[in-house]
T-cell receptor, first 112, second 115 residues
């Protein structure tokens, strides 16, 4: 069974630009969650999508948005990038009700 | 407000000995707890979980203990191996009646297993 696939692995963007990250969950998993990891803040929940609907959202500004497609693949978008958005962005795939969430390898975003 | 806390940023253990990683939480309504292992520049790898209605779960070298009255859980690794060296995160879930899968993570503990 293929794992969670995140693309791209690495990104360098300039302040003010926007970026789109992609996540393909494990086959059959309908829940996709996104997390931001920074050295100072640990792993912070961004949002969760289930069957193309956002079920929950963390405490991030509106510049962070996402969506989920009918095949459960998800994208995350960050607009008007700031230096503080530099982080490892992780996607987690789960069955309908999570008792274990499987993570992708992450996308390392660097904003310069 | 840090609902899940790992108060030890690092832990060093000799190979073959027991590693005990601790985690405290503040919300008594958490439904499930999970432990993850993470290497640099990689995603977390699921290790073991425990339901809030249980007090122990074991899987090979890994055992998780839950003390609900103390709002405390711990991960025991026996015997510890050098390949166990990584950052360990505990996480908690509030199911909100099944409506969401939000994991709340602790800040992590760096485990170093010395050969």
């Amino acid at each position: 069974k293929a794992g969670v696939t995140q693309t791209p692995r690495y990104l360098i963007k300039t302040r003010g630009q926007q970026v789109t990250l992609s996540c393909s969950p494990i086959s059959g998993h309908r829940s996709v969650s996104w997390y931001q990891q920074t050295p100072g803040q640990g792993l912070q929940f961004l949002f969760e999508y289930f069957s193309e609907t956002q079920r929950n959202k963390g405490n991030f500004p509106g510049r962070f948005s996402g969506r989920q497609f009918s095949n459960s693949r998800s994208e995350m978008n960050v607009s008007t990038l700031e230096l503080g958005d530099s982080a490892l962005y992780l996607c987690a795939s789960s069955p309908a009700r999570v008792t274990e969430a499987f993570f992708g390898q992450g996308t390392r975003l660097t904003v310069v | 407000d840090q609902q899940v806390k790992q108060n030890s940023p690092s832990l060093s253990v000799q190979e073959g000995r027991i590693s005990i990683l601790n985690c405290d939480y503040t919300n008594s309504m958490f439904d499930y707890f999970l432990w993850y292992k993470k290497y640099p520049a990689e995603g977390p790898t699921f290790l073991i979980s425990i339901s809030s209605i249980k007090d122990k779960n074991e899987d090979g070298r890994f055992t998780v203990f839950l003390n609900k009255s103390a709002k405390h859980l711990s991960l025991h690794i026996v015997p510890s191996q050098p390949g166990d060296s990584a950052v360990y995160f505990c996480a908690a879930i509030l199911f909100y009646g099944g409506a969401t899968n939000k994991l709340i993570f602790g800040t992590g503990t760096l485990l170093a297993v010395q050969p």
